[in-house]
Nanobody, 120 residues
Framework: QVQLVESGGDLVEAGGSLRLSCAAS????????MAWYRQAPGKQRDLVAA???????AYQDSLKGRFTISRDNAKNTVYLQMSSLKPEDSAVYYC??????????????WGQGTQVTVSS
């Protein structure tokens, strides 16, 4: 079974920083794109940032300069470094990955989500 497990969500004061992690485990052959999304209460789930297997990154325009996505292919892990956090960054953050299993089956997986709360 292939799964994604996120960690790192927490309560932090405005202006603070957090690093989220998402590790993929199971019978994995390769992982293509990995991404972070977030969803605040009553709002849709939005893309925060994405990274290809080669390391090319893309960001939601409004988050450029404050958030950095990176990945460690050897560990099948993607990270999201968040700085200068604002109350409006509060949301459940979800990891997403395009995984190819050893069976050659391809999955788009979601993690269970990790809560980030930024207090003012």
């Amino acid at each position: 079974q292939v799964q994604l497990v996120e960690s790192g969500g927490d309560l932090v004061e405005a202006g603070g920083s957090l690093r989220l992690s998402c590790a993929a485990s199971g019978s994995i052959l390769s992982i293509n794109n990995m991404a972070w999304y977030r969803q605040a209460p009553g709002k849709q789930r939005d893309l925060v940032a994405a990274v290809t297997s080669a390391g090319t990154t893309a960001y939601q325009d409004s988050l450029k300069g404050r958030f950095t996505i990176s990945r460690d292919n050897a560990k099948n892990t993607v990270y999201l470094q968040m700085s200068s956090l604002k109350p409006e960054d509060s949301a459940v953050y979800y990891c997403n990955a395009d995984v190819v299993a050893t069976t050659r089956a391809r999955f788009t997986l979601w993690g269970q989500g990790t809560q980030v709360t930024v207090s003012s």
